[in-house]
């Protein structure tokens, strides 16, 4: 990823998927934006107590600075499930602006449609972006424990194999950043279930007291299983926890986090 800021707005683009022409592929940081207290600045999320103007005022911002339209942009309302929804012209603009109107009970979205933006958001979970070159087509995931406990990143690339006719081989995916192993510790439960849904949990787990849960690692290798090619996956590495000051963590920050936005959009 490279760090890029427009105006006061600093954010992460992915060029892996970017590469391609018209690809658009970013994460937000938490710069930028007019959010105050432990949510300033940048704060995308409306779930978090922020006022709802200082979110649009910082929705708006980010769209400015990545060149999307507004109108366009698709949100959802994530419940940590692994539903993945193929979206067209009729969810434009949908939760951009209100979050009573954001697609109900999803947390993954794909579409063929140019200029029809992705958005997601993200305070330590993971961000799953992906982009067919051939089709082109776009999809993105959210994957906290649960949806990785689901291969929620399996059914985004099944998804886009049976909507678009999508070559799992052929995709390329970009996984953000996340809360890492250094800082994300979990119990017996939640340690088994990821374990059930890898192919590797040695690579995964630190076996520690608590455990130390890699959720990168973990979807990699659920990707990895579905499909997509091992050089096609690139892993961000960094950890929202450790970097505060850099982007929001739900669990470095005690609750009282903002959101960052993962986007992609064929242009």
Known sequence: ??????????????????????????????????????????????????????VRANRYRLCCALGLEPHRIVCARQ??????????????????GDPAAALSAVDGLVTDQRGLALWLVFAD???????????????????????TAGRIAAALVATMASTFGSRPECLRVAIGPCIGP???????EVAAVVSAA????SRVLVAATPYRLDLGEANRQILVAAGVAPAHI????????????????????????????AVVAIR
């Not at 419940?79 to 951009?96: D, I, M, Q, W």
């Not at 979970?125 to 959210?142: E, S, T």
């Not at 890898?198 to 949990?201: A, E, N, R």
């Open 125 to 147: 979970c993971v961000p799953i972006l992906a982009f067919d070159p051939d089709r082109p087509a776009v999809g993105i995931a959210h994957a906290g424990w649960r949806g």
């Open 182 to 188: 250094c800082c994300y510790a979990v119990g017996e």
């Open 198 to 201: 890898v192919s590797d949990p």
């Open 234 to 261: 690139a892993l961000s590495g960094q950890c929202t926890a450790c970097r505060v000051d850099e982007f929001y963590s739900h669990r470095a920050q005690g609750g009282c986090a903002g959101r960052m936005a």
């Open 79 to 96: 419940v940590h499930g692994t539903v993945v929804r193929l979206v067209g012209e009729e969810s434009a603009g949908a939760g951009f």
């Open 1 to 54: 990823m490279k760090r890029c800021q427009v105006g006061e707005v600093a954010f992460y683009t992915i060029d892996e998927l970017a590469a391609g022409p018209g690809v658009v592929a970013a994460v937000s940081t938490r710069h930028g934006g007019v959010s105050t207290g432990p949510l300033a600045s940048l704060n995308l999320g409306f779930n978090c107590g922020d006022e709802p103007a200082h």
